[in-house]
């Protein structure tokens, strides 16, 4: 059985349980009136109104693994992690692009850049120390982990994201014009 169906019999059990503790609610304030005793009545309330908050425990449950499944991460309050800062907002090259200036060999491909292209991408990329321009283009052209990068470069992990990192800050500064870049 899915959850959205426990979640809707779950529902259906706390709908029948309210309808019966207004009918007990509504028998209390008449024999209040009458002045009789209802001590048996108030049990009887008391007992679905704990039957009543278990049901809303186990709703509110299975609502958060529908949520947790749906998300993919807890749905509580986005924490840090989950945020992404300017920088994770910001692309700064278009990725078909940067794998097409990677790996020229995909002739007649939609993304195969012209030479005025690849000279724009040359240009940009001049700004780099050797070994930025080599992380960078590997990470955005080959798309490649840090951890391979830092494999194939026998660097540091740590080393190959400071390279990306100062590579990509290098291309956020110079002209925006640059087709190597995507406008937001």
């Not at 039957?51 to 529908?66: E, F």
């Not at 078909?96 to 491909?109: N, V």
């Not at 292209?117 to 080959?142: M, N, W, Y």
């Not at 740590?158 to 990192?165: C, L, P, S, V, W």
Request: aromatic fraction near 4%; include cysteine.
């Amino acid at each position: 059985m899915s959850y959205r169906n426990t979640r809707k019999i779950l529902n259906q059990c706390k709908d029948s349980a309210m309808v019966i503790r207004n009918k007990l609610e509504i028998l209390i304030a008449a024999k209040r009136k009458d002045r009789k005793n209802f001590t048996e009545i108030e049990t009887e309330l008391d007992a679905i109104n704990n039957h009543i908050s278990k049901l809303n425990s186990m709703i509110s449950d299975v609502q958060l693994a529908i949520d947790w499944l749906r998300l993919g991460h807890n749905p509580g309050p986005r924490q840090g992690i989950h945020r992404k800062s300017i920088d994770q907002l910001t692309i700064p090259v278009d990725p078909l692009r940067m794998q097409s200036y990677a790996q020229p060999a995909a002739c007649g491909s939609p993304t195969t850049l012209t030479d005025s292209e690849r000279k724009q991408i040359d240009d940009a990329l001049a700004v780099l120390s050797p070994r930025e321009k080599q992380c960078f283009t590997l990470k955005h052209g080959l798309c490649l982990s840090l951890r391979q990068i830092a494999e194939e470069l026998q660097i540091s992990r740590g080393t190959a994201q400071e390279y990306i990192e100062k590579a990509e800050r290098k291309l956020k500064e110079p002209i925006q014009v640059s087709l190597f870049q995507i406008s937001s």
